[in-house]
């Protein structure tokens, strides 16, 4: 999964909380699944960041 997929799928996820569109029934995996999503949004972009400043290092140059 791409980024951009996982945060347009927590986007999805959070609009639907807002306007209260879950049942009780799927509230619980969805958050799990939004749970799962901010992680690993989370971990790209520690992981970016990090290929980024090993990039930029004085020490590449």
Avoid: W
């Amino acid at each position: 999964m791409k980024y951009e997929e996982a945060l347009h799928r927590l986007e999805e996820i959070v609009e639907k909380m807002e306007n209260d569109e879950l049942d009780i029934d799927t509230l619980s995996a969805q958050l799990k699944e939004a749970q799962q999503l901010i992680k690993f949004c989370k971990d790209r972009l520690t992981k970016t960041d990090e290929e980024i400043k090993e990039l930029l290092s004085p020490e590449q140059g």
